[in-house]
């Protein structure tokens, strides 16, 4: 088992950066696909990206192509998003989830996929 805390959310102006963090507990972190999504008042929770165990591999939605990055740093045992030039409709509660499965993208685009989820983190772009 694992568990996720994220951190890093809050207000940016739109064009603006923020880093989320998502620290998990536990000695096997390697061992898991690690995923963002996000979700907005009233929407459904979306997949952002994910990263291979071994952080060789990662897969973003579209939208979010060449502003975001996922990277993990697996001796920190945390994943992070890094998150330039943000727009209004980034604006979400943002999550991390793990998965003890090998990444697949054609599967780890869904919430179910996903054993583990961190809280949450707000992050709010202002237009």
């Known amino acids: 088992q694992v568990q996720l805390v994220e951190s890093g959310g809050g207000l940016v102006q739109a064009g603006g950066s923020l880093r989320l963090s998502c620290a998990a507990s536990g000695r096997t972190f390697t061992r898991y696909t690690m995923g963002w999504f996000r979700q907005a008042p009233g929407k459904e929770r979306d997949f952002v990206a994910a990263?291979?165990?071994?952080?060789?591999?990662?897969y973003y939605v579209d939208s979010v192509k060449g502003r975001f990055t996922i990277s993990r740093d697996n001796a920190k045992n945390t994943v992070y998003l890094q998150m330039n030039s943000l727009k209004p409709e980034d604006t979400a509660v943002y999550y991390c989830?793990?998965?003890?499965?090998?990444?697949?993208?054609?599967?780890?685009?869904?919430?179910?996929?996903?054993?583990?989820w961190g809280q949450g983190t707000q992050v709010t772009v202002s237009s």
């Open positions: 989830a793990a998965d003890p499965s090998p990444l697949r993208t054609i599967v780890h685009v869904t919430p179910k996929e996903y054993d583990y």
């Open positions: 990263i291979s165990r071994s952080g060789g591999s990662t």
